[in-house]
């Protein structure tokens, strides 16, 4: 290449007209022949990638893969909580320790839950500071409700 045609090239930039069209003849050419071997790799890697995003957003809410669909939403941690303060209470009324108090502890707890469940689905319909006020009110008054039904089952 001579001097003049490189200096040249060099104003033009790198990605000429003419490259272009070459690239997109190449592309034709070889496109057909490479799609359908990468095609399955692209898709099997986009599914492990989906599938390794699912179990974190699992494991960040504390649930099963399974259950992810559940949870959704700004409040989505929330409904998680609640849920498993509502087992921690089917647990509480199975156990054989289980007092006639510890029943109804948990009889007034669930309805506690279902309200407090209520307030979460109202506020993702909230603007913003209202929603992070409730959801700060509900996350305390969870962590009470957690409070006490350790207590009760002896943790």
């Known amino acids: ?12 930039g790198l990605f000429t007209p003419k490259k272009a069209r070459n690239a997109i003849a190449v592309a034709k050419v070889v496109g057909p022949a490479v799609i ?16 390794a995003y699912d179990r974190y957003q699992a494991r960040k809410l504390g649930v099963d893969v399974g259950r992810l669909g559940e949870f959704t939403g ?23 320790k289980a007092t006639e108090e510890d029943t109804k502890f948990a009889d007034r707890a669930a309805g506690t839950l279902h309200q407090l469940a209520a307030s979460v689905r109202a506020a993702e319909r909230m603007p ?3 929603r992070k006020a409730a959801h700060r ?19």
């Open 36 to 51: 359908p071997v990468v095609a399955p790799f692209a898709v099997q890697a986009a599914g492990a990638a989906r599938d």
């Open 137 to 155: 009110a509900v996350a305390s008054e969870l962590d009470h409700l957690e409070g006490q039904l350790l207590h009760r089952l002896g943790i």
């Open 1 to 12: 290449m001579g001097r003049k045609k490189i200096e040249k090239e060099a104003e033009q």
């Open 128 to 130: 913003t500071a209202r």
């Open 74 to 96: 700004r409040g989505a941690r929330l409904h998680a909580r609640i849920a498993g303060v509502g087992e921690g209470l089917d647990d509480l009324r199975a156990s054989a």
